[in-house]
Structure formats: structure tokens, C-alpha cells
């Protein structure tokens, strides 16, 4: 199809309805003016901002916001070979700038090549779910474009092979994949997040080393770097402290609510109430400190029961979780119980056997005192770590008792203190006033790793098995809300008639008696889910239904 050019500049290539065909916001297309050395429009835009906890709107000239977001003195139209874009999560990187340029790149760029060369514009992702993210946003364009996708020759599952010698691909980030290779343009997505899993750090430097190799053929060359910042190290932290000084290199540094309009204010504002420090990391593009603490102090001394060192049972209102962290001669030997309340998590005691390499703990006085506990508030199953666990097992099972391994990963121990760090934030946790694990929780450090991965760990070293058993149990409490054991032994009452309720159905969430004739989510003999729970969407259990019988549909109790 002929398409009539008067000036091919990206802008234009974007918005004509046979070519890219997209809305870009003003914010988007200041950028990407100032990386092609377009002039700026000369009216006013509109820029939410976001003060004293609220946010407006305000209008302000094109260069002003230049100005704001890069640092920069004055714009001066020219066009940049490097540029730097570091803006908070759901800034339209990957479908309003990463792509858009990769086809304008593509399709309306002239780049010269020798015989029997082909052109790569590689796109280097994080992960393979993120290549994926960005495969999409271009290879949707290009097919849909009544125009460009006659350019399109070969799709493949990573790569988009035009007609006119170049290449567009979506790889994970690896240097290896690039050695060789005539780049006029690379695109390096979240690359303040980029983890090898050979080397276990972050192969940026790597990556534009390689690239900067590939590019020397090409005077017009555009090196892409686009992310969310996040730890003050690495090359993203380096441009933004050092952007004054980068006279070759654009860099701009924006957050969400500027960038992308479409993102609510009250989605935001969620955001901001629930874990402010979140909310500047992810979305008011803002970097944090490769070291820094879990939690405030003062929102731990805030959730202390004063006084109270142990919460007596109470079987009948709440289903309690039993977690140890076993160890023997170095660190303690930790042992907490826990239940979901009312106001959030709590966490009713923890308790400490310290041992040596002379004097370790000794297994099976231990286990004898967590069997009567855990029995006590009517509870059949410790969980534990992974570590040391068939022994654990095996000394529990002496007793009678159950035990349930929880695997601790990097990702599966960010969310457990992740849990502890929102429910301290909102108020939502209860602690025992018990001066050992309150030291260890505000003592927790945050340490921000390669691949996006923070820490969580003892400051200096120090100890943490109390936090950590506290921290484990309050997660359990807010992801189950319920367990099976106390409707199994609920379930077995009831049918031996042993209860004045028996016959009746017993609701497997909150354990109350469903009254007759109203109506309730059947799942087996005498057992279902009552009303309440439906509309909260309550967990149910349907490991411990009985084997005979078939489950019953939406019903009446009777």
C-alpha cells in the first residue's frame, strides 16, 4: 500500500491510521521528540501531580515538563544516540515507547548494510514473561498496520523477520545472544532488573558492551535503556546521579500519574495508603537504598500487646497455626502459634530454646513441649522450613504430631515478611510483648538484589529465627484464614451424634451451624460453605470431605 510521506518523523509514523495507528500521551510524546531532536508543541499540557497525599492537575508548557523530567537547562532539538527512560511501573514503556520505536526503527529507518546482511533490532527483557509482554506490543502493531504488514515476512516464537533485511527480536538478557551482530537500535527493557541465573547478578554492563560493539557501522545508531528504577546501584543509578554530566545522553525521569493518564487516581491512592515506600519504588519512579529497614520502629511498638507474653486458646472462636524454625547449636530454636482475629493477624506467643555447640538443644524435650502446646490450641500440624526437616518430621510424628514442610525460596520469603511489613503498616498485626522477637522484627534489614529480588534478613548479622517464626505464622493466619484439622474433628462430632447440632450442616470456613432452610454452598454430608463466607470468598477445605456420598449442589440445609 502507498502511503503519502510528507515527513517520516516517529510522531507522525505513530498517529497516521495505516501506519503504527496509536495514542500516546504528552508526556510519551516528549519524550520521544526530544530523542529524535523534534521540535516541542507550543501549547500547553495538562500533568497530574501528586501533593500533600492528594492529586491535581496543573497546566504547563511542553519545556517546562522537559525541563522537570531530565534535569536539563533548556531543550535544544537534537537528536540523542543513548537515551535513558526511568519511569514509574504502568508508564506505557513497553507499549507506548519500547515498541513504537522498535518499528519506527524497522520499518522507516534507512540503514546501510552490506550484501547479504541482515539489520537486528534486538529487544532485551528481563524474563521470558516479559519478552513475551513486548513480543505482543510489536508483533500486534505490524499485523494489524494495513501497511506494514506487508513488510512482515517471517514470525517467529522470539523474532519478527521484515523483508527489507532487518530483524526485530525479543531475547532475554544475555551478551552471549548479541556477539556478532549489526544493531542500529537496541532496546534494553527493565534492565534495573536484569538477573543471570549463571552468574546470579545482573549482566547490564555486559549486555551494552555488546551492543555498543554492534553498533559502531551505524552514525544514527539509538541505544534504548528503559526500566523502573529501583536499587541505587548499577547503570540506571548511574545515569540518573550523573545526567548533569552526560551531555550525549537523554535521560528522563518520571512517575506513573504524569506518564499515563489512564491510570487512576484511586488505584494509585490504594497504592499509596497501603505501603507508601511501595508506592514511590513502583510508581513515583523513586530509588531504594540498597540496604534499608523492613518496617518503622514505631509501627512495631504500635502492635505490642503490652503486658501480655502469652493469649490464652480460645478453640471454640479461632483456628490456630503452629510454625517452628528448628536449630541446634548456632542460631535458636523458634516456636510460634498464631490465628487470624477479627482486626488481622495474631500472634499469640513465641518461644526460644537457645543452644551451643556445647550444649545444643536437645530435640526431644522440645518436641514434647510443642506437641502439649500445639494440642492445647487444638492443632494436629506444625509447619517448618525445609531445613533439617526429615528428622523434624520424624520426631513429630513420635509424638503423635503432623508436620507440614513450607519451602522457603527467595521469592516465597520476600512474601511472608511482605505480609509482616503490610500488616505492621495497617495496623493489622498483634504481637506479644515479647522484648526478643520485637528487637529481631526491627531489627530486619531489606537488602535490594539482582533481578528485582529484595532480602530480608537480621541487621549486621544478627539473629532472626523469632522474627522470622512470627513473621511465618501472621502469613499463614491472613493466607488461610481456616485450616482442616478443626473442621475433620467439627466433621466427626457431628456425625457421631455426639454434638446437640448434629444433623445439621456445619459450615467447613467459619464453623458455624447453617440454620435450616437457608440456602448454602453444599460439599458434602452435613458440611458446606454458609452465605457469609460465599460473599468473601472464604477457602474451603474439600481435602477433608468424607469419601462417601456425592457433593451437593447450591441447596437448602436440612
Not at 535513558?84 to 515507547?97: C, H, N, Q, V
Request: hydrophobic residues 40%; proline residues 6%.
Amino acid at each position: 500500500m502507498a502511503i503519502d510521506r510528507p515527513t517520516q518523523d516517529i510522531i507522525w509514523a505513530i498517529r497516521h491510521p495505516e501506519l503504527i495507528n496509536d495514542d500516546i500521551s504528552p508526556q510519551q510524546e516528549i519524550c520521544l521528540r526530544a530523542l529524535y531532536g523534534l521540535p516541542l508543541s507550543r501549547g500547553r499540557i495538562k500533568t497530574r501531580v501528586f501533593k500533600n497525599g492528594r492529586f491535581h492537575w496543573v497546566q504547563e508548557g511542553t519545556g517546562q515538563w522537559f525541563r522537570r523530567a531530565t534535569g536539563q537547562a533548556e531543550y535544544k532539538a537534537r537528536q540523542y544516540h543513548e537515551a535513558g527512560f526511568y519511569l514509574g511501573a504502568r508508564s506505557g514503556k513497553d507499549d507506548k515507547l519500547a515498541s513504537n520505536i522498535a518499528i519506527y526503527e524497522a520499518c522507516f529507518r534507512p540503514h546501510k548494510l552490506s550484501r547479504g546482511e541482515r539489520a537486528l533490532i534486538p529487544v532485551i527483557a528481563k524474563d521470558r514473561k516479559q519478552a513475551a509482554i513486548a513480543y505482543n506490543f510489536i508483533c500486534g502493531k505490524l499485523t494489524a498496520s494495513p501497511a506494514l504488514k506487508e513488510l512482515v515476512g517471517n514470525l517467529r516464537a522470539d523474532e519478527i523477520e521484515l523483508t527489507n533485511n532487518v530483524t526485530i527480536a525479543v531475547w532475554t538478557c544475555s551478551f552471549r545472544t548479541l556477539r556478532g551482530s549489526a544493531i542500529p537500535c537496541a532496546i534494553l527493557d527493565e534492565l534495573a532488573v536484569w538477573f543471570d541465573e549463571e552468574t546470579r547478578a545482573n549482566p547490564a554492563t555486559e549486555v551494552i558492551r555488546s551492543v555498543r560493539r554492534g553498533m559502531g557501522m551505524f552514525p544514527d545508531h539509538k541505544l534504548i535503556k528503559i526500566s523502573s528504577p529501583y536499587a541505587k546501584t548499577g547503570p540506571v543509578w548511574d545515569d540518573c546521579t550523573h545526567r548533569d554530566e552526560l551531555k550525549d545522553v537523554l535521560v528522563v525521569n518520571a512517575p506513573t500519574w504524569e506518564m499515563n493518564p489512564a491510570f487512576t487516581d484511586e488505584a494509585l491512592l490504594g497504592e499509596f495508603r497501603r505501603d507508601p515506600a511501595f508506592f514511590w519504588r513502583e510508581f513515583g519512579a523513586k530509588f531504594v537504598d540498597a540496604v534499608s529497614p523492613l518496617v518503622d520502629p514505631e509501627k512495631v511498638d504500635a502492635a505490642i500487646a503490652k503486658g501480655q507474653v502469652e493469649r490464652e486458646p480460645e478453640v471454640q472462636r479461632f483456628h490456630y497455626h503452629a510454625v517452628i524454625d528448628a536449630a541446634f547449636r548456632r542460631d535458636d530454636f523458634t516456636f510460634s502459634m498464631g490465628h487470624r482475629g477479627p482486626n488481622g493477624a495474631v500472634v499469640d506467643f513465641v518461644r526460644v530454646w537457645e543452644g551451643s555447640r556445647k550444649s545444643p538443644v536437645q530435640m526431644k524435650d522440645a518436641m514434647s513441649e510443642i506437641t502439649a502446646t500445639a494440642r492445647r490450641y487444638g492443632v494436629a500440624m506444625v509447619v517448618g522450613d525445609q531445613f533439617c526437616s526429615e528428622p523434624i518430621r520424624q520426631a513429630l510424628a513420635e509424638q503423635g504430631m503432623g508436620f507440614s514442610e513450607y519451602i522457603f525460596t527467595a521469592n516465597s520469603k520476600q512474601q511472608v515478611f511482605g505480609t509482616l511489613r503490610t500488616l505492621l503498616m495497617s495496623g493489622g498485626l498483634e504481637l506479644p510483648d515479647h522484648p526478643l522477637t520485637v528487637e529481631q522484627i526491627k531489627s530486619l534489614e531489606v537488602t535490594a538484589g539482582p533481578g528485582g529480588t529484595l532480602r530480608v534478613q537480621g541487621q549486621q548479622g544478627r539473629k532472626d529465627d523469632c522474627a522470622t517464626v512470627a513473621a511465618l505464622v501472621a502469613h499463614l493466619a491472613m493466607e488461610t484464614g481456616g485450616g482442616a484439622e478443626a473442621w475433620t474433628e467439627a466433621f466427626r462430632t457431628m456425625s457421631e451424634g455426639s454434638t446437640p447440632e448434629a444433623g445439621r450442616t456445619m459450615c467447613v470456613d467459619c464453623g458455624k451451624t447453617i440454620p435450616l432452610n437457608e440456602e448454602y454452598a453444599g460439599l458434602g454430608p452435613n458440611l458446606g460453605q454458609c452465605r457469609e463466607c460465599m460473599k468473601v470468598g472464604a477457602p474451603t477445605y474439600k481435602a477433608v470431605l468424607p469419601q462417601e456420598g456425592p457433593p451437593r449442589s447450591l441447596g437448602s440445609a436440612v
